[in-house]
């Protein structure tokens, strides 16, 4: 829970695309407002991504896509 807002995060968009549109038509009056984004998040531990630019060579954490669902609580 964020604020006052109920947060459902999932790794695969399609889970959170299905739950969005079930909400949509099945939901209570505030899931009915319920909507959709994404972000990311770093995978935790060491896990590096290298790449090049020119003659140098980076490093970066590497990420993942994560996909999220938020509406009003209800006991706000």
């Not at 399609?14 to 909400?23: N, V």
Request: aromatic share 14%; with cysteine; proline share 4%.
């Amino acid at each position: 829970m964020r604020n006052n807002y109920e947060v459902i995060t999932t790794a695969d968009k399609q889970k959170r695309d299905e739950m969005y549109a079930d909400l949509r038509a099945n939901g209570n009056a505030l899931e009915r407002q319920v909507v959709k984004f994404s972000d990311c998040e770093p995978t935790g531990g060491n896990y590096l991504v290298f790449y090049e630019h020119g003659d140098d060579f980076y490093s970066r954490p590497d990420y993942r896509s994560t996909w999220s669902i938020a509406y009003p609580r209800s006991d706000v």
